[in-house]
Structure formats: structure tokens, C-alpha cells
T-cell receptor, first 111, second 115 residues
Framework: QKEVEQDPGPLSVPEGAIVSLNCTYSNSAFQYFMWYRQYSRKGPELLMYTYSSGNKEDGRFTAQVDKSSKYISLFIRDSQPSDSATYLCAMRFQGAQKLVFGQGTRLTINP | DADVTQTPRNRITKTGKRIMLECSQTKGHDRMYWYRQDPGLGLRLIYYSFDVKDINKGEISDGYSVSRQAQAKFSLSLESAIPNQTALYFC??????????????FGPGTRLTVL
């Protein structure tokens, strides 16, 4: 079993829809949770991060961590075609330097 | 100018050839990483380095070697390339002094094909 599981999709939704992307993890010691966005032919870029549990909102994006369920989510409201990309979750332990990535979910927003 | 650059961007080679992928950064970060990305497998860590004298193996280091020539340069070598090393390779940097959550900054990637 992978430490971090993410449905690779692909996921295709119409413009304006609410998108929910999710990752599950097996190790309860993870403390830092991140979402990276990767456009085609580009390297990943950090989109959002949270520490421990709770929610964090940034514009149309909300990151949510449920440590009791070992489950993290990224919500995109009012999705736009420019949100079409691969979204990777990543996490690390307190005091560790390495990130553990999910497989990435390929998202397409259709105009 | 890009903060993290990788050369070459694309490379096609043959089985058994030695290949070097290069990474340079102008961010002044001390930590550098090499990942490979395969469809359905996400990003997997090959090697990482916390400074010029510190090199560490990642989860899939077999068949690869690295050299940290300077704080700003980190190269990845495939001594004898094989077809299952065909993948997208990314270099990344980070600095724990700047980011407590160890945000990593990625280069544009090198697409390597081994025939």
C-alpha cells in the first residue's frame, strides 16, 4: 500500500462547477500537507499548504485536512478552463525534509 | 529568468549509453532534489542533497548517481541507460530557513527517452 493514495483520474467537469480532489494517507505522523498544481509541460508549483488539521481558503481554493480520517481535500469553486492541470497532493512528517507525493489527478475544465 | 533550470529539456538515447542531466538554481537554496515522474506513479524521489557535502539516496536510486558540484548545481547521471528509465525528470530546490513547510521549487523538467 502506498503511503499516499490519489485517484489519477482523469476528471473532466464543466466550467463553473465545484471540483473536489482528494488524497488518503496511511501514516498518522504526517503534519504538513500541500497541494501542487502542474500544467502540461511544466514543473509542479505549490498551490496551497496546511499544517496539521483544519481548513485553509485562498480565493476560489480551499484545502481541508481531516486527520482522524487521514484524508485531505482540495476544493475549487467556480472552476475555470485555466484550472485545467494535474493536481498533486504532498505531505511530510514533522522534522523530515522529504515530501511524499500522491500520484496526481489530471483535471480538465470544459468551457 | 527561471530560478531553476534544467538541461537538456528533451533527450533521446539508446540502451547502455551514459547520460547526464543538469540542474542549476539561482534561488540560493541549500537543498536540491531529483525526482522522476511516470504516469500513474506520481513523483518519486531519486536523490537529494542538503549541501555540497551531503548526498542522500531517495526511494529509487538504483541505476542513478548524482553530483553536487556547487550549491547551485546538482547533476543526475544514468551510467548505463535502460528503457525503463524513460520518464520525465524534475529537479527541485528548497530552503527550510525560508519555508517551514519545506516548499519545493521545481524546474521545467527533462523528458528522457531510452530506446
Amino acid at each position: 500500500q502506498k503511503e499516499v493514495e490519489q485517484d489519477p483520474g482523469p476528471l473532466s467537469v464543466p466550467e463553473g462547477a465545484i471540483v473536489s480532489l482528494n488524497c488518503t494517507y496511511s501514516n498518522s505522523a504526517f503534519q504538513y500537507f500541500m497541494w501542487y498544481r502542474q500544467y502540461s509541460r511544466k514543473g509542479p508549483e505549490l498551490l496551497m499548504y496546511t499544517y496539521s488539521s483544519g481548513n485553509k481558503e485562498d480565493g476560489r481554493f480551499t484545502a481541508q485536512v481531516d486527520k482522524s480520517s487521514k484524508y485531505i481535500s482540495l476544493f475549487i469553486r467556480d472552476s475555470q478552463p485555466s484550472d485545467s492541470a494535474t493536481y498533486l497532493c504532498a505531505m511530510r512528517f514533522q522534522g523530515a525534509q522529504k515530501l511524499v507525493f500522491g500520484q496526481g489527478t489530471r483535471l480538465t475544465i470544459n468551457p | 529568468d527561471a530560478d531553476v533550470t534544467q538541461t537538456p529539456r528533451n533527450r533521446i538515447t539508446k540502451t547502455g549509453k551514459r547520460i547526464m542531466l543538469e540542474c542549476s538554481q539561482t534561488k540560493g537554496h541549500d537543498r536540491m532534489y531529483w525526482y522522476r515522474q511516470d504516469p500513474g506513479l506520481g513523483l518519486r524521489l531519486i536523490y537529494y542533497s542538503f549541501d555540497v557535502k551531503d548526498i542522500n539516496k531517495g526511494e529509487i536510486s538504483d541505476g542513478y548517481s548524482v553530483s553536487r558540484q556547487a550549491q547551485a548545481k546538482f547533476s543526475l547521471s544514468l551510467e548505463s541507460a535502460i528503457p525503463n528509465q524513460t520518464a520525465l525528470y524534475f529537479c527541485a530546490t528548497s530552503d527550510l530557513q525560508v519555508s517551514s513547510y519545506n516548499e519545493q521549487f521545481f524546474g521545467p523538467g527533462t523528458r528522457l527517452t531510452v530506446l
